[in-house]
């Protein structure tokens, strides 16, 4: 059974980057064609898809963010890794690390990220 857990900072202040980790238990990040994904969902609002990053290490961002978005991974711990630059009130949201094969197949249970000063 694969798991994934979010861990990082619940409060980031305008203009810093957030940065988010996920560990993945149960599987490998390295093996098989998945996408290991960040998708947020702000308040009252659907979940938006990030970006990703594949097992082969390529990496791919929501266009609209890719300026402000970094995903890396770090095979040792079996984590992979969201940074997003510049941060604004609008980037208050649930922030969810997945797994998408065909879709999402397994979730992590959501962090909540305030950006506030």
């Known amino acids: 059974q694969v798991q994934l857990q979010e861990s990082g900072p619940g409060l980031v202040k305008p203009s810093q980057t957030l940065s988010l980790t996920c560990t993945v238990s149960g599987g490998s990040i390295i093996t098989n064609n998945y996408y290991w994904s960040w998708i947020r969902q702000p308040p009252g609002k659907g979940l938006e898809w990030m970006g990703a990053?594949?097992?082969?290490?390529?990496?791919y961002y929501r266009p609209s963010l890719k300026s402000r978005t970094s995903i890396s991974r770090d095979t040792s711990k079996n984590q992979f890794t969201l940074q997003l630059s510049s941060v604004t009130p609008e980037d208050t949201a649930v922030y969810y690390c997945a797994r998408w094969n065909a879709g999402v197949d397994y979730w992590g249970q959501g962090t909540q990220v305030t950006v506030t000063s």
């Open positions: 990053i594949r097992s082969s290490g390529s990496t």
